[in-house]
């Protein structure tokens, strides 16, 4: 089978089961979605040996096994969730964030009033609960947001995660130019949404992470920086299955008394501690399944020793 046949039956597979999810009542997409959740984790068991030995690498050989079991199912019951209300973006209307997202109307005068006395804002929005909500959750009340993504392998796939993200931010595609791109937008009065919690495949800031040493982007802060706009810690945590509450804390500013290495890692080292603190508290909410693991050293793999729980 060639590589276009492939991506084809990828992205038709997904179209269905978009429309399928689309024509369901949400919190029966939901059920869809938790059902499919339980099959990967209890029948396939999905990257489960390495997500209960990343549990066990940040909270310790004494974390009772059912905790452990309790926070992977979480995370990839969640990420399922996410999947859902990423195919049903074109709905989610304002209507749906004030009945889902109840406390996030009352937040968003100190978001746009931080934009307008800076003329610009970044959202450091980590891996939790659903990070995409930012996005259409601030387009909705009049936010404009924008925020890079890689490109998928599947192209096909690729244009329509795209195409369903712009229902409320601008997607910039990683590449050539993208960083002027990124400051030209800031300055322009826009909010840029970054992911902070991130591994960097080269060589960046080693900040302390989880119990560990993760190699972390300095990007977020040197855009804060050029731009002269602060950095706001925020993310949306899902409570139950439908209803999701928008958590941030106090901005942080750029300091130009400093050098602006220094100041980088100061201002990326802030909102890593608060994401540390966001993880331990409520670590269901982090999505324990990436890839690409944030405290794996840059030269060689992580730990050497496996849990054999299944």
């Known amino acids: 089978m060639s ?7 990828e992205y038709a597979a997904l179209v269905g089961a978009a429309a399928l999810l689309n024509v369901l009542p949400y919190r029966a997409a939901l059920a869809v979605a938790w059902a499919v959740a ?10 489960r040996r390495e997500t209960f ?8 050989a004494a974390l009772p096994r059912r905790e452990v079991r309790r926070i992977a199912w979480l995370s990839l019951r969640n990420m399922a969730f996410n999947c859902v209300e990423m195919m049903r973006a074109p709905h989610i209307d304002k209507a749906w964030i004030d009945r889902n997202m ?10 746009t009033g931080l934009m307008t006395k800076h003329r610009g804002l970044i959202f ?22 924008f925020s890079v993504a890689a490109k998928q392998k599947n192209p096909y796939v690729n244009a329509w995660i795209s195409r369903q993200r712009e229902h409320g931010i601008t997607m910039l595609e990683r590449g050539k130019g993208t960083l002027k791109q ?15 919690d991130v591994r960097m495949p080269t060589q960046d800031l080693a900040l302390p992470f989880l119990g560990g040493t993760a190699n972390l982007g300095r990007g977020m802060a040197m855009f804060a920086i050029s731009a002269n706009v602060p950095i706001l810690p925020a993310f949306f ?15 942080l500013f750029p300091d130009h008394s400093l050098d602006r290495e220094e100041d980088a890692r100061r201002l990326t080292a802030a909102v890593v ?18 890839k690409r693991w944030v405290l794996t050293p840059l030269q060689g793999g992580g730990p050497a020793s496996q849990s054999q729980e299944r």
């Open 3 to 9: 590589k276009d046949v492939q991506y084809r039956l």
């Open 38 to 47: 339980g099959l990967m984790f209890h029948v396939l068991r999905f990257r």
């Open 53 to 60: 030995r990343r549990i066990r690498e940040v909270f310790g």
């Open 102 to 111: 109840p406390g996030f109307q009352s937040q968003v005068p100190l978001v």
């Open 124 to 145: 450091a929005v980590p891996h939790m609960g659903n990070w995409d909500l930012a996005g259409w959750a601030c387009s909705r009340y009049g936010i404009t947001m």
């Open 182 to 196: 990124i400051i030209r937008m800031l300055r322009m009065g826009n909010a840029f949404a970054i992911l902070p």
């Open 237 to 251: 945590t899902r409570t139950g299955w439908s209803k999701h509450a928008f958590v941030h804390f106090e901005p």
């Open 273 to 290: 501690a608060i994401v540390d603190r966001a993880v331990r508290e409520n670590p269901g909410q982090w999505f324990w399944y990436n």
